[in-house]
């Protein structure tokens, strides 16, 4: 995808409901409860933090670029998408930002001193400049050559094969896979930066690195299926184990331990905003959870009824015509039931 078509994609979700700024906030990955609730509301999983260093004029260009095309309706206030961009066809794309949450950005940067110090050592060249200057990542590569014994010259030779090997399963462009193979460094030869991949690949910057998370995502996809022993130990604390972010996680543990939503704020220290954040991530995730200590079925179904009657997700739409239940259990139904209104 181009990175135009990944704000285009999050705004047909959207359309009408959210304000112009929501797509960036959802590709950099914010964690407030509105973003994450949107990605449950709107089916939005794919695009979660794919670009967490994402600059905001960057992101404004692509505002600026969709409406000279006609296809965004200038609205300071919602995304106001013209018919036209409804018939345009959106590319299936291999991102799986909420799986990964820009996590995968360090599997790389694991990755590429892992081939920066294989390849100097295999040479003979034991001091270079590491291409990760992040001493969190030089620390977990330390550990994790001397864990492989990555001197030998059996395992510098498998561990190349497996990237070759698991590379070409990934179910995405050999454009996208060249990207990743060129942004690498070894001895004698540094990876290519943004600009050159750009021009190499007749695209803008932001494309290439739109292609160079779709290749990653798609590559993480093969590794995980555990026949790559020796990347499969480069994913540790890559992959999310819960669809929960790790607050949500805490309070969920004492909801299920018989606390309140208030007594749970309270022992947190934190709003009575931020644990109903929670409760509604809660509701979004587990199939299993229940709104009967928030509400009655009468109310729920109310709720439902009116989200459908009116096409719209808007709180204060459905609030307007429904006064008599709170933001928060509007929310909390909404997001039991996402995308289906």
């Known amino acids: ?12 979700a959207v359309d009408g409901q ?65 018919r036209s961009a409804f018939d345009l066809d959106i590319p299936a794309t291999p991102l799986n930002g909420w799986k990964y949450r820009g996590n995968e950005h360090r599997f790389f940067a694991r990755l590429s001193l892992v081939v920066q110090t294989m390849s100097n050592f295999m040479q003979g060249h034991k001091r270079f400049d590491p291409v990760v200057a992040d001493e969190t990542v030089q620390a977990w590569a330390k550990a994790y050559l001397n864990r492989i014994d990555f001197r030998s010259a059996a395992v510098q030779e498998a561990f190349k094969n497996q990237i070759e090997t698991s590379l070409a399963l990934a179910k995405t462009t050999e454009a996208h896979k060249q990207i990743l193979v060129e942004r690498l460094s070894g001895y004698g030869v540094g990876g290519l930066t943004w600009d050159q991949l750009a021009m190499q690949q007749n695209l803008m910057p932001i494309d290439v690195k739109v292609a160079a998370v ?106 307007e015509r429904l006064p008599e239940a709170s933001y928060f259990q509007i929310r909390l139904a909404l997001a039991m039931r996402g995308g289906e209104s």
Do not use: C
Not at 1 to 12: G, P, Q, S, T
Not at 34 to 55: E, N, S
């Open 1 to 12: 995808m181009r990175f135009d078509e990944v704000v285009l994609a999050i705004m047909k």
């Open 214 to 319: 779709e290749a990653v995502h798609a590559w993480l996809d093969v590794i995980e299926g555990m026949e790559y022993p020796l990347l499969t130990g480069m994913l540790e604390g890559i992959i999310q184990q819960s669809a929960l972010t790790e607050s949500a996680k805490r309070t969920q543990n004492l909801s299920e331990r018989g606390f309140s939503l208030q007594q749970i704020a309270e022992l947190r220290q934190l709003k009575t905003s931020t644990i109903e954040d929670h409760f509604v991530e809660m509701a979004m995730n587990d199939p299993a959870f229940s709104f009967v200590p928030f509400m009655d079925e009468h109310l729920f179904q109310s709720i439902h009824r009116i989200s459908k009657e009116l096409k719209s997700m808007r709180l204060r739409d459905i609030k």
């Open 18 to 82: 959210r304000t112009v700024s929501s797509p960036y906030h959802l590709i950099k990955g914010k964690k407030s409860g509105q973003t994450i609730q949107d990605i449950g509301y709107f089916g939005l999983h794919p695009y979660f933090a794919v670009l967490p260093k994402l600059d905001k004029q960057e992101y404004l260009a692509s505002i600026d670029r969709l409406q000279a095309q006609g296809l965004l309706i200038p609205d300071d206030s919602s995304v106001r998408l013209d």
